[in-house]
Antibody, heavy 118, light 106 residues
């Protein structure tokens, strides 16, 4: 059974960089069958896809966040990470990591709330 | 960008009711549409992919249909566990989610 777990600071100051890590167990991020993705949900709102990374390291980002977002991976730790720069209050959200199978998210982490505030 | 519009935004129903949720795409997406269920404080759960394919383990009372720009998720006999928010997601071009439909107890 694949499990994903997000980790990282729950509070980030405006203009700083938000960094989160997703640790995957029960499956390898080096498998060519899946992408590994970040999705967020603003409080009380809908879901927003941020981007994903393939086993090869290729990345695909939402056009609206592409200039601020980097997704990377550490295959030795079976982890992938998100870095979102120049954050504002509008980046306050629950951040989910997920496994993407044929462009649908079939496994999700539990989510982690990140608040942007001074 | 492909926009996804769900209707209604809220739906009041009773146990045993047949429930239909609609999702419209701003341009044709073929059958590249998925449906998720989300309960408060939890991550979404995949129900349907490729418009009408049921994810393994999902009860058969859930079904999806449609193609092109108009899609529906139907729950044939609403159960207490089904009160939740439902999201559609297109994957014709990247991934975009609809705004959600909350199914509440009538």
């Amino acid at each position: 059974q694949v499990q994903l777990q997000e980790s990282g600071p729950g509070l980030v100051k405006p203009s700083q960089t938000l960094s989160l890590t997703c640790t995957v167990s029960g499956g390898s991020i080096s498998s060519g069958d899946y992408y590994w993705s970040w999705i967020r949900q603003h409080p009380g709102k809908g879901l927003e896809w941020l981007g994903y990374i393939y086993y090869s390291g290729s990345t695909y980002y939402s056009p609206s966040l592409k200039s601020r977002l980097i997704i990377s991976r550490d295959t030795s730790k079976n982890q992938f990470s998100l870095r979102l720069s120049s954050v504002t209050a509008a980046d306050t959200a629950v951040y989910y990591c997920g496994r993407v199978r044929n462009n649908v998210v079939d496994y999700w982490g539990q989510g982690t709330l990140v608040t942007v505030s001074s | 960008d492909i926009q996804m519009t769900q209707s209604p935004s809220t739906l009041s129903a009773s146990v045993g009711d047949r429930v239909t949720i609609t999702c419209r795409a701003s341009q044709s997406i073929g059958s590249w549409l998925a449906w998720y269920q989300q309960k408060p404080g939890k991550a979404p759960k995949l129900l349907v992919y490729k418009a009408s394919s049921l994810e393994s383990g999902v009860p058969s009372r859930f079904s999806g249909s449609g193609s092109g720009t108009e899609f529906t998720l139907t729950i044939t006999s609403l159960q207490p566990d089904d009160f939740a928010t439902y999201y559609c997601q297109q994957y014709n071009t990247y991934l975009t989610f609809g705004g959600g439909t909350r199914v509440e107890i009538k």
